[in-house]
Every structure is written in structure tokens, then in C-alpha cells.
């Protein structure tokens, strides 16, 4: 049975930093593209950033590069999203995504399997 936990999310003030964390059982992940992807009622789900299965190939929302990192270990079989200096509308609802391809892919219809998701809230 595949499963993705996320984990980290919380509140914290404007200008702040969070580290989110899925955790993957049940599939090869270090044979899988992984991907963060956040969602605010009502809106459609976005990307915001994902690694392939190796690692050596990330990308990033414009709207957040430059203050998030995605990492992954893969002996862990656990992927990170590092936020720092977080706003007001990077509130969401952050989910892990994982896919059967090696390869990342932006769009949510890429993944194959998510997890439940964590809240994140930003205080102005």
C-alpha cells in the first residue's frame, strides 16, 4: 500500500520559514519524480515544486523560487520542501506528490499518487 504523510505545516508570521516533509512508503522512491503542490479552496491546485528521482533536477514555481528548496533523501525516502521568508499568500494546503517516472513533471495530472496534505498558514 502506497503512502505519502506530509508533515511541518503550521502557522507562522510573515517573514517566517517552515519545513514541510513527506514521508513515502510502499513504492521504489528513489526511482520516482517527486513534486510539492499547494491548493486554496476554491482555486485549482498549483505547482510549486518538484525533483527528480536522483535529485539533480529541480524546478520552482516563479512565485516561489528563490525562497523555497525542494530536496529529497533518498535513504530516507523522505522529500523536504524548505520555506523561508513566507508570505501571506503562500497559504495553502501543501501536498506531496509522487510519480512513476524518473522525469519532473509540473502539472498535478503528472502524479500518480498524493498525500492527504498539510495546512500551511501565513500571518501578516
Known amino acids: 500500500q502506497v503512502q505519502l504523510v506530509e508533515s511541518g505545516g503550521g502557522l507562522v508570521q510573515a517573514g517566517g520559514s517552515l519545513r514541510l516533509s513527506c514521508a513515502v512508503s510502499?513504492?521504489?522512491?528513489?526511482?520516482?519524480?517527486m513534486g510539492w503542490f499547494r491548493q486554496i479552496p476554491g482555486k485549482e491546485r498549483e505547482f510549486v515544486a518538484v525533483?527528480?528521482?536522483?535529485?539533480?533536477?529541480?524546478a520552482y514555481a516563479d512565485s516561489v523560487k528563490g525562497r523555497f528548496t525542494i530536496t529529497r533523501d533518498n535513504a530516507k525516502n523522505t522529500m523536504y520542501l524548505q520555506m523561508n521568508s513566507l508570505k501571506p499568500e503562500d497559504t495553502a494546503v501543501y501536498s506531496c506528490?509522487?510519480?512513476?517516472?524518473?522525469?519532473?513533471?509540473?502539472?498535478?495530472?503528472?502524479?500518480?499518487?498524493w498525500g492527504q496534505g498539510t495546512q500551511v498558514t501565513v500571518s501578516s
Open positions: 506528490a509522487a510519480r512513476f517516472a524518473s522525469a519532473v513533471s509540473m502539472t498535478p495530472s503528472g502524479y500518480n499518487y
Open positions: 510502499g513504492l521504489t522512491f528513489s526511482s520516482r519524480a
Open positions: 525533483i527528480s528521482s536522483g535529485g539533480g533536477t529541480t
